[in-house]
């Protein structure tokens, strides 16, 4: 499973003011479900991946047994291709959440001794 995302901000090991102790490559990613993260960006991209791109995370398990979530940048998308993901995405989410909002809460059940 793979979720699309916008890169807020790249975060490199050899940025300005970075003291880092390994490697890697994160980036501040916006979801197209509201969530803003921070995740690890594929070594073999690392170098390319910058503000404003539409990228691929890797939301599959670890393991078959697994609840965790590989969470990794593995692909950058072309930008006309990655916002027409994107908005399609993002229009579904947006339309789920306006069903939810039309939904009337439901009363708590009571249960009668």
Not at 1 to 19: A, R, T
Not at 77 to 92: A, C, H, I, M, R
Request: aromatic share 8%; with cysteine.
């Amino acid at each position: 499973m793979y979720h699309i995302g916008i890169v807020e901000q790249v975060i490199s090991p050899d940025g300005k003011g970075v003291i880092s102790a390994d490697t890697v490559v994160q980036a501040v990613v916006r979801m197209w479900d509201e969530n803003l993260l921070i995740i690890a960006v594929d070594k073999k991209i690392g170098k390319n991946v910058k503000k404003g791109d539409y990228v691929l995370t890797d939301y599959s398990p670890m393991s078959a047994s697994s609840q965790h979530r590989k969470l990794c940048i593995t692909k950058i998308l072309p930008q006309d291709s990655g916002s027409k993901v994107w908005t399609e995405f993002k229009d579904e989410f947006e339309r789920r959440k306006a069903a939810m909002q039309q939904t009337p809460p439901q009363q708590p059940v009571r249960y009668i001794r």
